[in-house]
């Protein structure tokens, strides 16, 4: 039973995240530290994506939002950019039947028109495939950039606006919201970043403005279950005021 297991780990299943963000960092010097090349530290990374996509099926969190490749990580190495890509697109085709069968939806976020046409075949399938499942949404995050995504919100609010089927007045935090990739989805509750750096390098730079923020210094490949159950358990303990006080 769904209680047990929240009893064993110690977790209020009331006071769980609805929406998770995870900047998944780390592999590059995971594979440094094993004499290994970094596209084997990405490899070992797509098995921790996994884990994290069944941990957060199992903890009932019905959004979990990936960093998996962000508009920057196209001036990596050629030869980099192309593993990543086939990797994605691999982990796609054999994790889809996967996602389906628990009931995960799958939804990209970002220039999906820059990835390979390969990738975007695959992906398209699964999302059509997932497309009517409801326990969870799996968001990927592929050449994505925050200032992207606005600068586009921006530009499509103002072409409206031109058109006259947007009034000024009408522009509002709302309204902006609705024109971002995440659109009709809640913010993030919380956000993890692995690898230790401090900083949230141009990742949902509107939706995060009242996430709790986890950094982890583990490297993302080295990420497990149980880190992931310690940082559950410590966004319960927060006080999540949204910069208002709360009187007792
Ligand atoms: C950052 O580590 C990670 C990435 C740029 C890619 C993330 C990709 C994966 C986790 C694997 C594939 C993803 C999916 C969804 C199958 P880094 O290379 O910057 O590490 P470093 O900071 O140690 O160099």
Redesign the pocket.
């Given at each position: 039973m769904k209680s047990d297991l929240f009893a064993k780990i110690n977790i209020d299943p009331v006071k769980l995240p609805v929406h998770v963000a995870i900047i998944?960092?780390?592999?590059?010097?995971?594979a440094?530290k094993r004499l290994m090349n970094?596209i084997m530290?990405?490899?070992k990374?797509?098995e921790?994506?996994r884990t994290v996509i069944t941990s957060c099926r199992e903890f009932e969190i019905k959004i979990l939002t990936?960093?998996?490749?962000?508009t920057e990580?196209w001036s990596r190495p050629q030869k980099e950019v192309n593993a990543?890509m086939k990797?994605?697109e691999k982990?796609i085709q054999s994790e889809k039947d996967e996602l389906h069968n628990k009931n995960i939806k799958l939804n990209v976020i970002g220039q999906k028109e820059r990835l390979p046409e390969e990738v975007r075949e695959e992906l398209d399938s699964a999302i059509e495939r997932t497309k009517d499942n409801n326990k969870m949404t799996l968001n990927?995050a592929l050449s994505y950039g925050a200032r992207e995504e606005i600068t586009r919100a921006v530009r499509k609010i103002a072409y409206e606006a031109e058109q006259g089927k947007v009034s000024l007045e009408d522009i509002d935090e709302a309204m902006i919201s609705r024109y971002l990739y995440t659109a009709d989805r809640p913010d993030p509750d919380l956000l993890i970043r692995t690898?230790g750096?401090m900083r949230v390098s141009n990742f949902l730079l509107w939706q995060i403005a009242y996430s709790e923020l986890f950094i982890s210094k583990t490297?993302?490949p080295d990420f497990k279950r149980n880190e992931f159950i310690d940082i559950l358990q410590d966004y319960q303990k927060r006080d999540r005021r949204f910069g208002k006080v709360i009187c007792s």
């Amino acid at each position: 039973m769904k209680s047990d297991l929240f009893a064993k780990i110690n977790i209020d299943p009331v006071k769980l995240p609805v929406h998770v963000a995870i900047i998944m960092d780390g592999n590059g010097r995971w594979a440094k530290k094993r004499l290994m090349n970094r596209i084997m530290g990405h490899e070992k990374g797509a098995e921790t994506v996994r884990t994290v996509i069944t941990s957060c099926r199992e903890f009932e969190i019905k959004i979990l939002t990936l960093y998996a490749f962000s508009t920057e990580n196209w001036s990596r190495p050629q030869k980099e950019v192309n593993a990543l890509m086939k990797l994605l697109e691999k982990f796609i085709q054999s994790e889809k039947d996967e996602l389906h069968n628990k009931n995960i939806k799958l939804n990209v976020i970002g220039q999906k028109e820059r990835l390979p046409e390969e990738v975007r075949e695959e992906l398209d399938s699964a999302i059509e495939r997932t497309k009517d499942n409801n326990k969870m949404t799996l968001n990927l995050a592929l050449s994505y950039g925050a200032r992207e995504e606005i600068t586009r919100a921006v530009r499509k609010i103002a072409y409206e606006a031109e058109q006259g089927k947007v009034s000024l007045e009408d522009i509002d935090e709302a309204m902006i919201s609705r024109y971002l990739y995440t659109a009709d989805r809640p913010d993030p509750d919380l956000l993890i970043r692995t690898g230790g750096e401090m900083r949230v390098s141009n990742f949902l730079l509107w939706q995060i403005a009242y996430s709790e923020l986890f950094i982890s210094k583990t490297l993302w490949p080295d990420f497990k279950r149980n880190e992931f159950i310690d940082i559950l358990q410590d966004y319960q303990k927060r006080d999540r005021r949204f910069g208002k006080v709360i009187c007792s």
